[in-house]
């Protein structure tokens, strides 16, 4: 997520987490710690689809608690 030309601009992009894996074994756990910040960022801002489950789920799978 960011701007470009002003503009709120969003860029998805897909990542074989399997192959990253066995290449950079700590890539998925600092995907992991991303995404667990942007959900509670989320969950700061009030944004109901997002529940602490969600944050506690993502941190067991990746080994993060």
Not at 26 to 48: H, K, N, T
Request: net charge negative; glycine share 8%.
């Amino acid at each position: 997520r960011g701007k470009a030309s002003g503009r709120s601009v969003e860029m998805a992009v897909e990542v074989d987490m399997a192959a990253s894996s066995n290449a950079r074994p700590g890539i998925p756990s600092v995907w992991a710690r991303a995404q667990i910040a942007s959900l509670l960022d989320s969950i700061a801002v009030g944004d109901s689809g997002v529940q602490p489950t969600h944050v506690r789920e993502l941190a067991l799978e990746f080994n993060l608690l």
